[in-house]
């Protein structure tokens, strides 16, 4: 499939990531923080596609986890509404895994009905990319088409109260920050560039992947690893920062405390009938 076959209307996210692309590996792939709560998503990653299986990856990025994905065996096709991270993805690929099969595509989450139908065997969205999302009934909606039955989607999503951030910026008096989640909506600037982000509830979004998908794991990621702007604080308190690791693995999965973490990752899996 080639990137010429799609035209692209690059939303707003995707022109503001633009302008973070070539730093993104510095700040987040390669931090602390990034690469502990990476680890946490691969855990889960390692368990829900199998060589063999050919994935859709949403919001690829700069390609990091297509070339997880690869290295199991997946065949992937990364798509991402920044055509500069587009461009990185596809040189690391080409780079470190060129017998691989990973292809690169610049393509707008909003316009995945453009690809070809039941295609995929399972669907994979890391770090946000789909809070960047309005409308995910009909982004579920689409995916339920380009995958085959029983497929899995492994989604990870920013969550609406994440507690380690409230009780950061509440510590140092910064009341608005601390509860930026919380109505639902947020406007992020990138170098001048707005664009909304959205944090739905965990109900949300059960309700929203319904009826084509149903939920089967729930785990929370960065809820005692703090969020990535506290890289510095980490790297300040080693010790203290692997107490917080030791201890993700004891609440990551507690019902309740899982959903207060820096963010989510829900596997669902495409049902053809609606389940009680
Ligand atoms: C925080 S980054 C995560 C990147 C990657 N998944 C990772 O794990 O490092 C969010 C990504 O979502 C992409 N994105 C934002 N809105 C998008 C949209 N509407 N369609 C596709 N990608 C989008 C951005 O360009 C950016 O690459």
């Given at each position: 499939?080639?990137?010429?076959?799609?035209?692209?209307?690059?939303?707003?996210?995707?022109?503001?990531?633009?302008?973070?692309?070539?730093?993104?590996?510095?700040?987040?792939?390669?931090?602390?923080?990034?690469?502990?709560?990476?680890?946490?998503?691969?855990?889960?990653?390692?368990?829900?596609?199998?060589?063999?299986?050919?994935?859709?990856?949403?919001?690829?990025?700069?390609?990091?986890?297509?070339?997880?994905?690869?290295?199991?065996?997946?065949?992937?096709?990364?798509?991402d509404?920044?055509?500069?991270?587009?461009?990185?993805?596809?040189?690391?690929?080409?780079?470190?895994?060129?017998?691989?099969?990973?292809?690169?595509?610049?393509?707008?989450?909003?316009?995945?009905?453009?690809?070809?139908?039941?295609?995929?065997?399972?669907?994979?969205?890391?770090?946000?990319?789909?809070?960047?999302?309005?409308?995910?009934?009909?982004?579920?909606?689409?995916?339920?088409?380009?995958?085959?039955?029983?497929?899995?989607?492994?989604?990870?999503?920013?969550?609406?109260?994440?507690?380690?951030?409230?009780?950061?910026?509440?510590?140092?008096?910064?009341?608005?920050?601390?509860?930026?989640?919380?109505?639902?909506?947020?406007?992020?600037?990138?170098?001048?560039?707005?664009f909304?982000?959205?944090?739905?509830?965990?109900?949300?979004?059960?309700?929203?992947?319904?009826?084509?998908?149903?939920?089967?794991?729930?785990?929370?990621?960065?809820?005692t690893?703090?969020?990535s702007?506290?890289?510095?604080?980490?790297?300040?308190?080693?010790r203290?920062?692997?107490?917080?690791?030791?201890?993700?693995?004891?609440?990551?999965?507690?019902?309740g405390?899982?959903?207060?973490?820096?963010?989510?990752?829900?596997?669902?899996?495409?049902?053809?009938?609606?389940?009680?």
């Amino acid at each position: 499939m080639s990137a010429s076959s799609f035209s692209t209307n690059t939303p707003p996210a995707g022109l503001a990531f633009d302008l973070a692309a070539s730093s993104y590996d510095e700040t987040f792939t390669s931090s602390l923080i990034g690469r502990t709560q990476r680890n946490s998503v691969w855990s889960v990653l390692q368990n829900t596609f199998r060589a063999g299986d050919t994935v859709l990856e949403l919001n690829c990025g700069t390609g990091e986890d297509a070339l997880q994905l690869a290295r199991m065996g997946v065949t992937v096709l990364a798509c991402d509404a920044s055509s500069e991270m587009v461009d990185i993805a596809r040189r690391r690929a080409g780079f470190l895994q060129p017998q691989s099969s990973i292809g690169v595509i610049h393509l707008p989450t909003e316009r995945v009905h453009e690809l070809e139908a039941g295609m995929f065997d399972g669907v994979f969205s890391n770090f946000s990319g789909l809070n960047c999302i309005e409308d995910l009934p009909a982004t579920a909606a689409a995916l339920s088409r380009l995958v085959k039955p029983e497929s899995q989607l492994l989604l990870c999503f920013s969550t609406r109260f994440c507690i380690t951030e409230i009780l950061y910026f509440l510590s140092i008096g910064r009341w608005r920050k601390a509860f930026r989640r919380c109505s639902g909506r947020t406007v992020a600037i990138i170098n001048q560039h707005t664009f909304a982000v959205y944090y739905p509830t965990l109900r949300q979004l059960k309700a929203a992947f319904h009826p084509y998908f149903k939920l089967r794991l729930c785990v929370g990621i960065g809820v005692t690893v703090p969020p990535s702007y506290l890289e510095g604080w980490a790297r300040r308190h080693p010790r203290v920062f692997e107490v917080l690791c030791r201890l993700e693995s004891f609440v990551a999965s507690l019902p309740g405390v899982r959903n207060f973490g820096d963010h989510i990752l829900l596997r669902f899996e495409r049902v053809s009938h609606v389940e009680a």
